[in-house]
């Protein structure tokens, strides 16, 4: 049986590729088994490979779970700021699904908060992530963004409807920029508007946090004199990880 995996940002870096495939005897295999046999191949990209996630037909998935052949596979390294690809130069420059988008352009704060706009809401609370000129002391050139397009735009709608469901009347919209993205530039633009402010500011606060943990986007730090994929600034990453209040 043969597999092809699919790989990201600092994987696809230490792979030079941005899949793989591997031969495999049987008709099925694991996923802890799946890695194993990336890690043997790779010996220097083993511990990357141990902190990454398998995605099994755009969803992540548990080591235990089986592979076979027809999955889509892929390998996600650390989200969140993280360790992607780009959309196809014959691909659309923006794909969308109701509320969500990705995109290689400039965002408009305008555009997103309106998508959420609502009469009856008294708050609408936009968040705007952008690239800072300094961190830790190192001066940033811009940041790259990469992203693995069908299961990000799919996780993100996760979002919205989770925020719907925690927040009655709640309306979400997220829009997040792919490529480069240059100091002072918004790379996340996050609406969230409902009935009270309260629920407002939660679900603004919900909504980025879950982002940075399930949303297979990644960003590169780009310095004067050197770049970084960044991983998750908080704690172990664990996109299987029930959500927070």
């Not at 191949?41 to 027809?70: C, H, T, V, W």
């Not at 530039?185 to 409902?194: F, G, N, R």
Request: glycine letters at 8%.
């Amino acid at each position: 049986m043969q597999l092809q995996i699919r790989l990201f940002a600092g994987l696809a870096e230490s792979f030079g590729a941005s899949s793989v495939e591997l031969n495999v005897e049987g008709d099925s295999i694991t996923g802890a088994r799946l890695k194993a046999m990336l890690a043997e191949m790779r010996p220097d990209a083993a511990s990357l490979i141990r902190l990454s996630f398998l995605a099994k037909n755009q969803e992540y998935a548990d080591e235990n779970e089986s592979f076979a052949a027809g999955d889509e596979i892929a390998l996600i390294p650390p989200v969140s700021g993280g360790q992607g690809e780009l959309p196809s130069a014959t691909g659309p420059s923006e794909r969308e699904t109701d509320l969500c988008s990705i995109t290689e352009q400039p965002l408009s704060i305008e555009e997103v908060s309106a998508l959420v706009a609502d009469d009856d809401h008294g708050a609408n609370i936009v968040f705007v992530g952008t690239t800072r000129r300094t961190t830790n002391g190192k001066r940033t050139v811009l940041l790259e963004y990469e992203a693995y397009a069908p299961m990000a735009l799919k996780t993100m709608k996760q979002i919205v409807d989770e925020i719907a469901g925690r927040w009655p009347g709640a309306r979400c919209a997220i829009r997040h920029r792919i490529g480069a993205v240059p100091a002072g530039e918004a790379s996340v633009v996050i609406a969230v508007s409902t009935p009270h402010r309260a629920d407002g500011y939660e679900a603004s606060r919900y909504a980025i946090d879950r982002l940075k943990q399930i949303v297979p986007i990644w960003k590169k730090e780009i310095w004067e004199d050197g770049s970084e994929w960044k991983g998750p600034q908080s704690g172990p990453w664990n996109p299987l990880a029930e959500p927070t209040a």
